[in-house]
């Protein structure tokens, strides 16, 4: 990239102002992650629109990290987003607003420009595709309160749901973690997920029925866009991104058994790909081959994980052991 075209991504593209971050704390934007330098102050040339900011800071002697936290961003043209580093909580906070205005101020003035890092507009991308369907709207509507997503903070978000011996261990393990605060042992509220049933029940039909109502679930899948998604099937793609996004970029438990939900719900329809809803599944099925080009995974029909197969080398596969989903729903 030449001069004037890396100026001109410079005054186009917005900027993420990190102040105080320590040293050797790695620092994610989307898919690119980097290593904090003595001089860091944070990234330059974010293309606008929806962003996944996550960070892990080291201990002192950099030898293990904090779990990873991130958030949501929706960045408009030449904007500038400000937060610092709260080295008492160990996180990225925001500022009073006037301070902020100052930051902001500094950096359109070029202060700031040396000790910014360029976006790898390269890799752009492979991002835009991963969050096309991401809005303002879908993260307002979806981020937890405060706005940060961590895994070291959902073990109280399922204590009343039936876990596995390893995931009974798990959650001792985050309880007891160094990096644990109070507010990861409180009644803690995670994303505000669509709830998705595991098993449909209808009063007033016989079994051969029920039956089919659980084989093919287009009629569960209708009922959730017309209740909870307004009708909108770009509301539920963009769903099942953010839940994406938060459990690869963010290792968020509770993002992946969202994800996880949304695919079995598409995965588990007959009649909708071919009559109701063709369009939203030709949409699905491009998400689909970009998961298989992009990071090599399979999806395969009357596997044992529902649908979704893992290679058991593959560093991005997940590794949690699943019981059947005690929820259920009636379809009206």
Known sequence: MDAETAVEAAKQGSTLVLLDVPQHTLIGVDTQVVSVGPSFKGIKMIPPGPHFVSYSSPTRDAKDFSPVTGFFIFSGPSEVIVRKWDGQEERLVKLPQDEEARYCCAVRNWEFDRFLGPYNLSQYGDWKRLSSYITKTIIERIEPIGGEITVASESALHKFTPKTAKENALDEQLKASRFATASDTSDARGCYYTSIPHVIKHKGIDVQQLTSLNLDKTQLLESLLQKDYGGSEDMLLGEL????????????????????????????????????????????????????????????????????????????????????????TEVP
Do not use: Y
């Open 241 to 328: 991104q953010f839940a994406f996004v938060a459990f690869l970029m963010g290792q968020s438990l509770e993002a992946f058994l969202q994800w996880k939900a949304l695919v079995n719900l598409l995965f588990g329809c007959t009649e909708a790909p071919f009559h109701t809803r063709s369009r939203l599944f030709v949409k699905t099925r491009k998400l689909k081959a970009l998961l298989e080009s992009n990071f090599g995974w399979e999806f395969m029909q009357n596997s044992a994980v529902d649908g979704i197969h893992f290679e058991e080398d593959d560093e991005f596969a997940p590794v949690v052991v699943m019981l059947d989903d005690p929820n259920s």
